[in-house]
């Protein structure tokens, strides 16, 4: 196979159905007006920003979950659509288990990591979320687009820290 040809295949595998989708028609986006939290950050290298409020609430143990969660955001296509399945896995989810995705999210895009054993190291509904993030790992071929993968995540963890609300 000839390089263009190859580097053709890798572009596809990157911009796999399910990133378009996202990209193109994004979910959740917009800023809520109860957030509870809110963080904005950038990715000067690619020019991607992107800005997440959140809502939250205790669960019938008391543990604080995700109410609400929407995304406004500006920038390449990998980054909009991290962005839009975040906010798609992460709702009604305790900052606990947030915190474990966002991580699974970072190691799930790194190539040395091998992909069933990042899943494999969560519990099952942090798993589960996991999975349905595997279109991201197309980024393993572009090592230098994983903040664009990871912008939207950094800032969640930001904003759910800020509200010094990890006690759970
Ligand atoms: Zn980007």
Same mark, same amino acid.
């Given at each position: ?8 295949? %890798? *572009? ?12 193109? $028609?994004?979910k959740?986006?917009?800023? #809520?007006?109860?957030y509870? &939290? /809110?963080y904005?950050?950038?990715n000067?290298? /690619?020019g ?6 959140? @809502? #939250? ?5 008391? =543990? ?11 920038? /390449? ?7 839009? $399945?975040? !906010?798609?896995? !992460? ?14 999210v970072?190691? =799930? /895009?790194?190539d040395?990591? #091998?992909?069933? %054993? ?10 589960n979320?996991?999975s @349905? ?12 687009r994983?903040? &664009? ?6 800032? *969640?963890?930001? &904003?759910? @820290? %800020?509200?010094?609300?990890?006690? %759970?």
């Amino acid at each position: 196979m000839t390089e263009i040809l190859k580097s053709k295949r %890798n *572009l596809l595998e990157l911009y796999q159905d399910i990133i378009l989708k996202h990209s193109k $028609m994004p979910k959740n986006t917009g800023v #809520l007006k109860d957030y509870d &939290c /809110c963080y904005k950050e950038k990715n000067p290298l /690619c020019g991607d920003k992107v800005t997440v409020s959140a @809502s #939250l609430v205790n669960d019938v143990n008391e =543990i604080k979950v995700v109410k609400d969660i929407l995304f406004d955001g500006k920038g /390449c296509a990998i980054s909009i659509a991290s962005a839009s $399945m975040m !906010t798609e896995v !992460t709702k009604g989810l305790s900052l606990k288990k947030i915190f474990d995705l966002a991580d699974g999210v970072s190691n =799930i /895009c790194k190539d040395q990591m #091998l992909l069933a %054993n990042v899943i494999n190291s969560f519990d099952e509904e942090v798993k589960n979320r996991l999975s @349905s993030l595997q279109a991201l790992t197309g980024v393993r071929n572009y090592p230098a687009r994983l903040r &664009c993968v990871t912008l939207p995540w950094e800032a *969640l963890t930001k &904003c759910l @820290s %800020n509200k010094n609300n990890i006690s %759970n």
